[in-house]
C-alpha cells in the first residue's frame, strides 16, 4: 500500500519550503523521516491513502481526550462540534477547550471522521487497525472521507520549529482478531503497563461531594471495613482543598489536617488516595492572586477551561515555578500526609498549545513525565487526558467521560459536545477502548452507583454499568454512601464485585450489542453489555 505525502513550512526568512513524496508500508511499519537542511517553521504535514470502507462496516476514531465520545461509525455518519453553541457561552464554560474543537475542524456534514492517535474498519471480529509509533513530533490525526474513499494522516505540529532528520511519520497498521492487532501495536511500541493490579473500593465524590470532611470519612469506615477487602483504595476526591490549584487542606472539614484521615484509613488495611487538578487554578485561588504570571494566555487571556470557583484556567507548565510549585505539593501529599495514590484530573488542560521547540503532544508527553517523576514509585490515575501520551507512563487513567443520573444527558445538554456527562458515551467509550486495558495501563471506568436518590438508570441498566466497569476496567469504585448497606444490597455488591476477578476475556460485536465470554474459577459464562 502506497502512501502519498507532502510537507509545507517555511524558513525564517519567510521563504517556503515544501517536500513531496511516496512510501510504501515496510511489513506492519512505515516511517517517513525527511531532511530538512535548515531550520524551518513547519505548516502542514499530511500524508494520504485510498481506503475504500463498505456499508457494513463500521469505523472507529479515537477521540482527543479520555472524556470524549469515541463511538464506531458507519462510513456516512457524522461527527458533532458544539452544535452552534453561543459564543459567550463556550467562553464561559470553557467548552470550546476541553476537547479539540480549537484545533480541528468539525465539517459538520456526513462521511467526514476524524480521531487522534489511531482508528480501524471492523468487519465482524475482524479489525484493520492504524496507528501511530509515536507522537512526540505531533499528535497523528486520521481523517476519513468516504466520498474521496481516502484516510489523509497529519501531524499536529503547525509553527514548531525543526531542523535536520525529522520523524514526518511513524505508522503501524495490521489486519487480524483484535488480540492479534493490538497486541502487534503495542510490541512495536514496546510499552507494557506499570501494574498488574486491579484496584477496588470506594470514591468520595457522588457520595460526599464538596462537602468531604474527616469526620464523613471516618463515620464510613466502619461500613466499608465491611463492604471493602484488606488493599481497596479509599479516595479522597476534589473537595478537600480550600480552592482548585490551592492544594491545602480546608481547616472546617480537617481540623487537623490530612494526615490522620489517612492513618485512620491504613489502620483499617485500605490504601488512600486523593484527588487533584494539578496544572489547573481558580480565580478563587491565592494562587491566582498571588502569581497572575503562573498562568497560560491566549490573545493576552488566561485559558479558561470550566466556569467552576468563578472560572479555572490553565497553569504555564513552562514556568520553572510552576514546576517547583507542583513537586512541593506532592511531597507534601506523599511525604507528610502519607498518600499512596493521586487521582490527576483535567490533565489536558496542561498542554493546550505547543512551543516553537516542541509540538502539543510532546508539551502533553513532557508534563506526564513531570508527574512520574513528582510520583516515583506511588500509582497515578489519569483523568481527563489525551490517552497516547499516558501509555506506559501512568498506572491507571480513565477512558470515559463522568456518567450521568440518566442513561444520556437532557436534550439541551447534548449540544455542549464530546466531553460532556453521559452515561450511554461512558458505555460506548468503556467498549471502543478496551484494548487499552493491561495493555497501555489498567483502564478506569468511572465510579459505580445503584442507590443515588436522584439516579434514572433501571435496575437493569445499574447491572449493566457494573459488570461491563467490571470486565472491560482495571478499578472497580463505589460512589455510594456505605452506611446503612443492607445484608441483601452486600450480598448483590459481592456477587457483582465477583466479575473483577474474570479470566479468559473474549470480547465479540455481535448484532444484539458486546458481547464478553470469560471465566471465573471454572466456571465460563457470556454476557451482553
Known sequence: MELNYHLKAMTGTEVPVEQSGTADWQDAQLHVVLDLPEPVSLLSVRAWFPLAVGSDQRLFFNGYQSETHSPEYKRYDQQKGLGGLQETVLSYYGLDHRGDYFITGYPNRKGILHGYSWCWIRSGDTYQLFAS???TNGYTVFTYDAEKQEMTVSRDCMNVEVQGSWHAFDLFTATGSEEEVFNAWFAALQIKPRTSRHLCGYATGWDLGTEVSAQGITERL???EEMCQPGDLILIDAGWQTAIGDWTFRRDHFPQGLQPVVQ???ERGFQAGLALAPFVASARSALSSLHSDWFL???????RISAEEDGCFSL???NPAVRSYLQDTFETIFQLWGFDLVKCEALYAGAPFGTKEKSRAAVMSEELDFLRACCQDHPILACQVPLMPAFGKVEYCSVVPDLSLSLDDPLYMRKAGN???STRNLLENAWNRRMLNERAF???NNVLLARHKDLKLSTAEVEKLCISDALLAGTWLSGENPNGTTPEILS????????TKAEDKQYHCSEHGPVVTYRIGDAHNTVLL
Open 133 to 135: 509509533l509515536d507522537e
Open 222 to 224: 466502619d461500613a466499608l
Open 264 to 266: 485512620a484509613i491504613h
Open 297 to 303: 494566555k491566549a490573545a493576552g487571556k488566561n485559558w
Open 316 to 318: 504555564d507548565f513552562q
Open 419 to 421: 466531553e460532556r456527562t
Open 442 to 444: 489498567l483502564n478506569d
Open 492 to 499: 448483590h455488591y459481592r456477587r457483582l464485585r465477583r466479575f
